[in-house]
């Protein structure tokens, strides 16, 4: 549950939702095209492609949010969080990784909703992003939902 003192970000994605995802709440989903049209008229603060779909953040609720002096999270790619050090300098980074290959395997298996080819690339594409994880201020092994969550809102400052 996130802390009601915390605003999070809804990526735009082209991905097709998951079961029990909503447009709007998990992701905004649209088509190429549509988020083509978003990088074109400047409306990302970021996007990436990532396992042959498309993410990005929308620029207007984060500028918004920095306005009001709010905090807000974003869940986002290693190439997202890259563009956005290089754009924000008032940004905690924090990497969060799964304990090992096999759990992230079995997590990944556990939403029924990737094919084994979709579970490989997320896999691989997880080892290609720890290379990264030296980037970011703070790396929180996500073994436990709740010890995680207790560590981030400690580096929030939340708890």
Known sequence: MLNPGVKRSVSFTTREPREGEQNGIDYHFVEKSTFESLIKEDKLLEYAEYCGSFYGTPLEPVKEAIHNGELFILAIDVIGALQIMGKIKETTTIFIMA??????????????????MDIRKRLEQAKNELTYSNRYDYCIVNDKLEVTIRKIEKILGLS
Request: glycine share 0%.
């Open 99 to 116: 304990p090992d290959d096999e759990i992230l395997r079995q997590r990944l298996e556990k939403r029924v909703t990737n094919s084994e």
